[in-house]
Structures are given as C-alpha cells and as structure tokens.
C-alpha cells in the first residue's frame, strides 16, 4: 500500500500532460482494481457465485464512474477500467467434488459468474481466472487450467493466467506441456484464435500487474487497491525526434526526464481516483505499452534512435537502454512503482512491430532475444494454426528460462491461428491490433517436451 499525501503538481506540469494527450498519443493504459475473494469461499456452488457477485459489484460499482469522472476533469483519456481478482483456482477448491467432469462445468460456471459481475460494474476486463503452478498442481489448479478453453470461449470479458515457473522453484514442463494442447484447444474455439489473446503463460508472475491478460490480486495484497497502468510511447518517441543529432547518453537523459512527467500524470490519477474510492492506492506500473495507432509504437522509439527496424542488430541493446531510462525515470517521480513495470513489445498491438515481421526483419527468434531485456515476453505473437502442442510448449519453455534465470517477469501470449500459415495476415481489432503471421522452426522439440517433471530451480534463486 502507497500511503495518500498530498502532492502538489504546477500549472506547467498540468499544461505539459494535455500537450502530451493531444499531440503525443499519452493516455493512462488502465485503472485497475484488485478485489480480494478469498473471503467469498464457499464449498455451495451457488452462495460462492452469490458472494464473488455481491463483493465484486459492491467494491467496484463506482470505479468506472469515478474514472470517467477524472477523465473529464483532466483531460487525459483512460483507456481501460479493469478489475483483477485473486487466483480462482484458490477459492474454487472448496467447492470440489472430484467428479472431474462435474468441477470443470463448475469452474466454467464461477468464470461466468466473474464476467456477468464485470458486466455489471461496466468495466472493459476483468482477470484472475489463474493458478499459480510454479511447483506443482492441486487437484483445483488442474481443474482450472482444464476449464481454461470452455470458459474463454463462453465469456467476453474474462481473461486468465498460469505461472508456471518462477527463479526460486524452477520450470514446472508437464504443466507447460499440457497448456501447449490447451492453447491448441483454445484456439479453435474462438474466431481467428482470439481466446488466446485472453491467455498468458508467466514465470515470475507478479501480484499488483494492473495489464491484462495477466493481472490477478495477490494473496499477499489487501483487501483491495487501485494499480494504474500508463502510456507514453509516443511522448517519449516525440522527445527523441526533437534531438536528432543526441548521442545515446543523451538520448537515456531525454527518456528519464519524458517518463518522469509521463509517471506523475499516472500518480495523480491513481492517488485521486484512490481517495474518491476510499480504496488503497497501490502501484503505478512504468510499462510503455504501445497501441495499433500510427506513433503510438515502442518499436518506432527504436528507430528513431537509429535502427532502420525492429529486430535489426543492435535491438536488444536499444531496447535495455530504453527500459533502462524509462526505469530510472519513473522511479524517481513516484515511491509507487511496480508491477511490470518496462516496455512493452506486442506484436499486434505495435504498428512497428507488426511492420517489421511484414519487411522479415524481426523473427521469432531474435523477439525472444529482445525479451530478455523487457517485459513482458513474447506477447501477442501469431502463429501458423498447424503449430503442433509440443512446439507451443517449448516456445513457453524458453521463454520461462530467461525468466527464471534473470530473475524477472516474462511471460508468453501466443496464438496459433487455424488456418493461417506463415506469412497470412490476421486482424482482431481493437487493442488487440492485427499481425502477419510469424514462422515457427519446423524442428521438433516432442521427446524433450514429454519428459516432464521440473526443471530445478537454477543457484541464482538460492539466495537465503
């Protein structure tokens, strides 16, 4: 919980963020609400939708109006209102008959209960509809995880997570090889593989992330909190253009001081909208997430420092500089920060990024390279519909090792697109933007992939 002070912002500080708003593509991400339901646990199936209702509809039931409000008084646009959630597959348990058949229908019929209350509060997403696995599964976890395809797929607001690995436990395979079959499953259940721009793999997942598809409350969170994501990949590739002759060390000075006045924005929005809550202000991730809309692109940042693409040489180095500034930056505007708190580099949601697969100058293979410097992994990536579930789940394998050897978040939102091979286009409009169609390496992983088990934890985790 961040403490709610007073701070006091200048004229000049209220006329740079309309500047930024009108000509720079800066809006606040999302507002995103954090709702504990572990008091709402009930082994009746139908007083647990009654308390998951009644809690979230009764905490939330202004946040919509109050960011709206805000909007108007400010002038800065808040994109998302979101509400997270603790891990369902915590408070389903209870509520278990080990009828497996039975408990998936009833692990669907909890998510419908979640949407139908996100429905009612107004709010654009709501997430949580999550097991945290790093080290094994409960009984519960697996019946969530086998529940995952159905409940996407008959709901429309409903977004879910698995953290499957983490630096102090290790990588847990057979559940990555089980969701690789389920993304499979997903994929076809939904128009163009959409439900799976709803799911996301993570290691090192963490608490407060107020981004979906990934954001879940914690059980180390309050009872409840307000956590706002910002935006500003346009302000920041704006500042670059205004110093085009900058060598790099001036380039990270311009970065730190954009994302500076690009957090404090955030931190008066999430320390107002707090306090006409009554609710704790949590954090302020620093994430520069881009959009579909022309500069609104972390990869367009790149080129303005000097690459002629994404994925060109030289990006992973362009890209932990940039991540490095916004870092620095932010952190000094607010003692708040968490969350993901980086860059952004979804595929189909950055025009640039979505142009240099279209030219071949980014590969999956060196995105997965550029992860290891940012968040949050490979994100919005779209793939042949023929990618086999062996090859999904070494694809999450990967990128779960970065994770959990660096001792950061990554996580993997893939979409394998029936129908669709490589070079296809495919649109799903919206935030979610549209892609050409990544190559996958025709070499197979299956026999690495079945062994299972768990890859132990590597000596970087023992720390104690």
């Known amino acids: 919980m961040c403490a ?41 199936l139908k007083r647990l939708q009654e308390k998951i209702y009644a809690k979230i509809t009764t905490k939330a039931a202004h946040l919509v109006e109050e960011a ?18 603790t891990p369902v597959a915590l408070i389903l348990e209870a509520t278990l008959s080990h009828d497996k058949e039975r408990d998936i229908e009833l692990a669907v019929e909890i998510g419908k ?12 997403f709501i997430a949580g509809f999550s097991a945290l696995v790093q080290k094994g599964e409960t009984y519960g976890d697996t019946v969530l995880i086998d529940a995952i395809p159905a409940t996407l797929s008959q709901t429309q607001r409903l977004c879910s997570c698995v953290n499957v690995a983490s630096t102090r436990n290790g990588i847990n395979m057979t559940t990555i090889a089980r969701l690789g079959v389920m993304i499979k499953e997903l994929a076809v259940k939904t128009p163009d593989a959409i439900g799976c ?21 914690g059980v180390g969170e309050g009872d409840s909190a307000i956590n706002i994501g910002v935006s500003g990949p346009g302000v920041v590739k704006q500042a670059l253009e205004n110093h085009p002759d ?38 302020l991730d620093l994430s520069l997430a881009p959009t579909p809309e022309i500069g609104d ?28 500034a916004v870092k620095k930056g932010g952190m000094m505007a607010s003692s708040c920060t968490g969350g993901l708190s980086g860059a952004f580099i979804p595929v189909s949601e950055d025009q640039g990024m979505v142009e240099a697969v279209r030219v071949g100058a980014l590969s999956l293979e060196k995105l ?14 779209a793939v042949p519909g023929d990618t086999p579930p062996t090859t999904l789940a070494a694809i999450i394998a990967d990128e779960c ?25 495919v649109s799903w409009g919206g935030l979610l933007g549209s892609s050409y169609i990544m190559p996958v390496s025709e070499f197979s992983a299956d026999r690495f992939i079945a062994r299972g088990g768990r890859i132990p934890a590597p000596v970087v985790g023992i720390r104690n």
């Open 197 to 217: 721009a709803k799911f996301v793999c993570f290691a090192n997942a963490v608490e407060d992330n107020p981004f979906v598809a990934g954001a879940f409350h």
């Open 368 to 381: 997965e390279a550029m992860t290891a410097v940012c968040s949050v992994g490979l994100d919005m990536v």
């Open 4 to 44: 709610i002070m007073e701070l006091r912002y200048t004229p000049e500080e209220l006329y740079q963020a309309v500047h930024m708003v009108t000509e720079q593509h800066f809006d606040i991400r999302t507002v995103t609400m954090g709702i504990n339901l572990k008091d709402c646990i009930d082994p009746d």
């Open 113 to 124: 209960t979640l949407d139908a209350a996100a429905a009612t509060v107004g709010v654009d």
């Open 401 to 425: 090792a970065i994770g959990m050897i660096n001792n950061k978040t990554t996580g993997v939102r893939i979409i394998p697109v029936p129908g669709k091979k490589a070079g296809d286009y």
């Open 68 to 85: 709206k409000a805000l909007e108007e008084k400010y002038g800065v646009p808040i994109v998302n209102k979101r509400i997270s959630v």
């Open 246 to 283: 900058a060598d790099l060390t001036e380039m990270a000075e311009l970065i730190k001081k954009t994302t500076f006045r690009i957090t404090r924005v955030g931190e008066l929005i999430g320390r107002e909208i707090s306090r006409r809550l009554n609710v704790n202000f949590g954090i």
């Open 297 to 324: 692109s972390v990869a367009e940042i790149l080129e303005v420092m000097g690459l002629a693409k994404a994925g060109a040489p030289g990006s992973t180095a362009a890209l932990a500089m940039l991540i490095d």
